[in-house]
Nanobody
Framework: QVQLVESGGGLVQTGGSLRLSCTSS????????MSWYRQGPGNQRELVAT???????NYSDSVKGRFTISRDNAKNTVYLQMNNLKLEDTAVYLC??????????????WGQGTQVTVSS
């Protein structure tokens, strides 16, 4: 069973920065595609950023140029560096791992989330 734990959330003013971390208990972390999602109050959960097992990245248009996703496989950790934060970035941020075996069933794993609050 893969366990994901997020950390690094908190309160920050507009224009400020935060760095989120997601650490996995899995021993084969390098094989997983990793994503960050967020869900604000009254909003649908949305995909923020992804990084594949090969290191390729994708971003939502709303965070492109401000957020950076990265991973450190030696530490079983994926990061989300958030710069120039806006009020609209306020949300619970969740980490997701996806394993896609070539000849097996795709499996998803979710963390519990960490709160990010941006104030003016």
């Amino acid at each position: 069973q893969v366990q994901l734990v997020e950390s690094g959330g908190g309160l920050v003013q507009t224009g400020g920065s935060l760095r989120l971390s997601c650490t996995s208990s899995g021993r084969i972390f390098s094989l997983y595609d990793m994503s960050w999602y967020r869900q604000g109050p009254g909003n649908q959960r949305e995909l923020v950023a992804t990084i594949s097992s090969g290191g390729s990245t994708n971003y939502s248009d709303s965070v492109k140029g401000r957020f950076t996703i990265s991973r450190d496989n030696a530490k079983n950790t994926v990061y989300l560096q958030m710069n120039n934060l806006k009020l609209e970035d306020t949300a619970v941020y969740l980490c997701k791992a996806i394993l896609r075996p070539p000849a097996g069933t795709t499996r998803d794993y979710w963390g519990q989330g960490t709160q990010v609050t941006v104030s003016s």
